[in-house]
Structure formats: structure tokens, C-alpha cells
């Protein structure tokens, strides 16, 4: 053990068990499950470590994947890691997922929960600290759950990072992302860093605060100097990104479609009772305001349904543009979706609507997708060139004009929505299975860590 090490970890005892005196369950997991454990325990402090087994002979790599929520209201991120550490597993990994606790009271991890215990995943979910959400929501501007400061997670980094090949971060704005850049300075195994848009000029430049851009900033170097690859989901967010090159990047996009469990889509319907669908947060990126406004201009018979939300601000202000608009009766607002809700959703709709001003992936458009439901996008949505390249909906300006004419021609051409619709799954089937995604991840682990992985970690794929 390096002598710095030891200091580090000493400091970090003990500013964690001063501040845990304050918060009982600071450091006590909330749940977690192993193997078949559809149940979710908790599981009893002090539990047997996870972790390789010294002397195995060509292992499977040992994978820890952090993230700092699984709740559905955390977006594509959440999604996408699931997706992930399930075609990785398959692929020949061993893989453990921590995270911090959603901070709701809908328990909105549970589907995640439940989909890596029928996987047989290792997880373990952390609490929140009740007393520092306050401060930092005032500090930064937002809701801070979202950075998921536990230092329950924090500890149990420290105490276990040593026992994995692979650390995967998702996302580097949090303390789970924060602790594992700490721990680097002393250990050999690989970081890898799945950024969900986080390392790009359009979200250092669109901080809510001065605070959170000047941090954005000072990480930002410290995860090019520290990180050993960066897994991007698509090749704008690696442009947007602009990292250094002596950093090592790949583009994996995510795993979307679970290619056991597929299913033909229905055929498209009539001009009769069409279903537009916008699921996002109501955040200005997003251009709700340009779906709602394009609704006068389309067939009375074409309705929306809007899923998602925001501020309370923000909420009205939707409902204020639908009012004078005139529509009324032609748009349904739903709220945030559950997992069961989200799959309604898609099933109701015939054409997603996604006029972004950025998104590095498109993660409801992935799942539109896979759900047989083509897209209308702009260019820069990550996922613009799949669905472009493979017929299944539209790329276009982020403007009226054309956005109209995208839905229009939808609306009017029975040939056009019979292409979009049939072409939806195929894309997305081709590209965004957990397979393909299982598979490029472990070559990508292997073809970096060649150096640093132990000798019986680095196999070949099978």
C-alpha cells in the first residue's frame, strides 16, 4: 500500500464518519441484490466483498459500473446503464452496479431494480444526505439529487475499488463520479467514462450558474488527464466534446433493444385518429413549443400526447402556449412516465416528434425505435444519421417551416408512413442491441487495457 494512499484514506475515514454521526443511514445501503434476488433486500452490512477471486485462471473481467441514480426521472442515463450492464454481462463480463438513491418517494429505480435481478447483476443502491440537498440546490440551481451526493457510495468506493479491473462511470457530474476520479491516483485498474452529454461544449456552456460552469470546467481537465477511455454514444457528442488526444475514445452507442424479448410492430394506421408523441423534460433544448405550435397547422384529426415535465414554471408555460394556440382538446399532457407508462406510450403513438436544439444520443428516440415507432429529428440529435440512413422517419430543421412539412408529409403520404414505420425496428434491431453494444464494449476494455488488466482478465471475447 502507497504511503499516500494510506494518508488519503485515513482523512477520508474520518471526515465520513464525522459527518455520517449526523445522518444515521448515511453509510448503510438502502437496498441491494445479488444473483437471483428478485426480492431486493437489503443486504446485511458487512456482507462478503464483491470482487475478483486471486489465482482464477482467465477470469472474467471484473466490471463496476457507478452512476448517480437509477430513477426514472434522471432521463436517458439511467436507461442506457441498465441496457448496458446487461449486454455487457452477457457478453462475458462480470458486472456490479452502485448508485445513489432516486431521491423520490415514487421509488422510481424499482423497474431498474428489477430488471438487474432477473439478470442476476449485482447492485447496490445508497442513501441520499438528507441535510446537504438543501444547500446544494441552492448552490447550483437545481435539483440536487441529480449529482447523487452519497456518502454511503463514497465510502463503499473506498473500500472496494480495489477489486474490480474496470470502473465505468456514467456521467461526471456527481460525487460517485468525483470519489472514483479520487481513487485513480492509487489504483490499477481501467477508468472508463461514459459522459451522457456531460463533457460537451453545449452543456459547460448551458450551466444554470457560474458555479456549476466554472466546476464543469476544472473537472473537465481532470477526467482528460485521469480517464483511461471515454465511451461516447454517438459522433457528434465525440466532436461536440473536443477531448485531448492523448486521451483514448470510442463511440459505442447505447443498448436499447433487448434483441431476446423482440417484437414486430403493428402496422401503421390510418390518416384517421393520428397520435403525435414529445417525451422529455420541459427544458428550452428540447423545442416542445415547436411541436405544440405546428399542431394548428396539421389536420384536426392528428392529436398529441406530451410526456415528461419540469419547473413548475415551466409546466405552466406549456399550457399557456397550448391555450393560445387553440388546441386545447387536440393535446394530452401526461406527466413523468413510469416504465409500464413509457411502453403505453409508445404503443399509443404513430410518429415521435424529437426538434432538439442537442442531444448527444436521443435516448427516446432509441426507444421509439424499438418500439416501431419512427422519428422526426433534427441533425443534431446523436441518432440522426440512424434514423436518416435507415428511412425509419425524418431529419430536419429545428424550425416550423420545416418541421411542418416532416409532419405533413407523414400525415398525407400512406406510402411514406408505411416506409417510416417498417424501417423503425430494422434500424434500430441492426445497431442498438444489447448484444452488439455487450460486445464492443468488452473489445473496447481489452483493446485499452492491454497494459493494466491482469493477464487472466484479458481473453478473448466469447
Known amino acids: 500500500m502507497m504511503h499516500g494512499e494510506f494518508r488519503s484514506r485515513g482523512l477520508l475515514d474520518r471526515l465520513i464518519c464525522f459527518l455520517g454521526r449526523a445522518s444515521r443511514r448515511a453509510i448503510r445501503p438502502v437496498r441491494s441484490g445479488h444473483m437471483a434476488d428478485t426480492g431486493v433486500e437489503a443486504a446485511p452490512v458487512g456482507a462478503p466483498p464483491i470482487g475478483p477471486t486471486k489465482g482464477s485462471e482467465h477470469r472474467r473481467l471484473k466490471v463496476l459500473r457507478v452512476i448517480n ?9 439511467s436507461v442506457s446503464c441498465v441496457g448496458a450492464a446487461i449486454g455487457e454481462k452477457r457478453a462475458g463480463a462480470d458486472t456490479t452496479l452502485v448508485f445513489a438513491d432516486s431521491g423520490d418517494r415514487a421509488n422510481s429505480s424499482a423497474p431498474a431494480r428489477r430488471r438487474l435481478a432477473a439478470e442476476e447483476i449485482p447492485f447496490i443502491e445508497f442513501p441520499l444526505v438528507p441535510f446537504v440537498e438543501p444547500l446544494l440546490a441552492r448552490l447550483l440551481g437545481r435539483d440536487s439529487s441529480r449529482w447523487g451526493v452519497s456518502l454511503g457510495l463514497s465510502w463503499w468506493l473506498l473500500r472496494n475499488h480495489r477489486k474490480f479491473d474496470v470502473i465505468h462511470v456514467h456521467g461526471v457530474w456527481g460525487l460517485g463520479a468525483t470519489t472514483v476520479l479520487a481513487l485513480k491516483r492509487f489504483a490499477p485498474w481501467e477508468l472508463v ?15 444554470s450558474t457560474a458555479v456549476t460552469r466554472v466546476a464543469k470546467t476544472l473537472l473537465r481537465g481532470l477526467i482528460a488527464r485521469w480517464t483511461d477511455l471515454v465511451v461516447f454514444s454517438s459522433e457528434l457528442e465525440l466532436v461536440d466534446s473536443a477531448m485531448r488526444s492523448s486521451v483514448d475514445q470510442v463511440v459505442v452507442p447505447h443498448a436499447v433493444v433487448d434483441e431476446r424479448k423482440l417484437t414486430l410492430p403493428s402496422e401503421p394506421r390510418t390518416s384517421v385518429g393520428m397520435t403525435f408523441g414529445f417525451l422529455g423534460r420541459f ?10 405550435e405546428a399542431l394548428p397547422q396539421l389536420p384536426s384529426h392528428v392529436t398529441l400526447v406530451i410526456a415528461g415535465g419540469g419547473s413548475d414554471e415551466a409546466e405552466r408555460g406549456v399550457c399557456r402556449l397550448i391555450e393560445s394556440s387553440g388546441v386545447n382538446e387536440r393535446v394530452e399532457l401526461r406527466g413523468f412516465l413510469d416504465a409500464e407508462q413509457k411502453n403505453l406510450f409508445f404503443r399509443e403513438i404513430d410518429l415521435l416528434v424529437m426538434p432538439s ?5 436521443g435516448m427516446v428516440a432509441a426507444e421509439a425505435l424499438a418500439a416501431g415507432v419512427p422519428v422526426v429529428a433534427t441533425p443534431r440529435v446523436g441518432l440522426a444519421p440512424l434514423v436518416d440512413l435507415t428511412g425509419a422517419g425524418a431529419v430536419v430543421r429545428a424550425s416550423s417551416l420545416d418541421l411542418v412539412g416532416a409532419l405533413r408529409l407523414f400525415v398525407d403520404d400512406e406510402q ?4 417510416w414505420t417498417h424501417s423503425a425496428l430494422r434500424g434500430a434491431a441492426h445497431e442498438l442491441t444489447f448484444g452488439k453494444y455487450g460486445h464492443a464494449i468488452l473489445e473496447a476494455y481489452r483493446r485499452n487495457g492491454d497494459e493494466r488488466l491482469p493477464a487472466q482478465a484479458r481473453v478473448p471475447i466469447g
Do not use: A, M, Q, W
Open 193 to 207: 467514462v461514459t459522459p451522457h452529454e456531460s463533457l460537451t461544449r453545449f452543456d459547460v456552456e448551458t450551466s
Open 283 to 292: 427544458h428550452p433544448k428540447k423545442n416542445l413549443g415547436l411541436v405544440i
Open 416 to 419: 411514406v408512413r408505411l416506409d
Open 357 to 361: 436544439e442537442y442531444e448527444c444520443f
Open 69 to 77: 441514480s437509477l430513477g426514472t426521472r434522471f432521463g436517458g442515463p
